[in-house]
Nanobody, 121 residues
């Protein structure tokens, strides 16, 4: 069992930046994707970004604004979010475990509790 803990959420204004972090409770396979998803009120959880080695994928809505990075030695993943928009407001979840179809929610076995990001206009 792996526990994931997110941190770094908060309330910011449009155009600001935030950096989210996620730490795993134990060492993890570097062959697994580590990802970020988000869920806004009344909406389904959606893919944001994921990384495995040098492979990265982003949703179209965040491409060019968000950057995902990973430290395998520390079993952590980060999400640098720049030029934030009100529509980025959501609970952001860290996920681990996919080895294929890295943008598909059901491929991930482990999930954190989430961290709230609120962007005011």
């Amino acid at each position: 069992q792996v526990h994931l803990v997110e941190s770094g959420g908060g309330l910011v204004q449009a155009g600001d930046s935030l950096r989210l972090s996620c730490a795993a409770s134990r060492g993890i396979s570097s062959n697994s994707y580590m990802a970020w998803f988000r869920q806004a009120p009344g909406k389904e959880r959606e893919f944001v970004a994921t990384i495995r080695w040098t492979d990265t994928y982003y949703s179209d809505s965040v491409k060019g604004r968000f950057t995902v990075s990973r430290d395998n030695a520390k079993s952590t993943v980060q999400l640098q979010m720049n030029s934030l928009k009100p529509e980025d407001t959501a609970v952001y979840y860290c996920a681990l475990g996919a080895t294929r179809r890295p943008t598909t929610r059901n491929e991930y076995s482990y999930w954190g509790q989430g961290t709230q990001v609120t962007v005011s206009s």
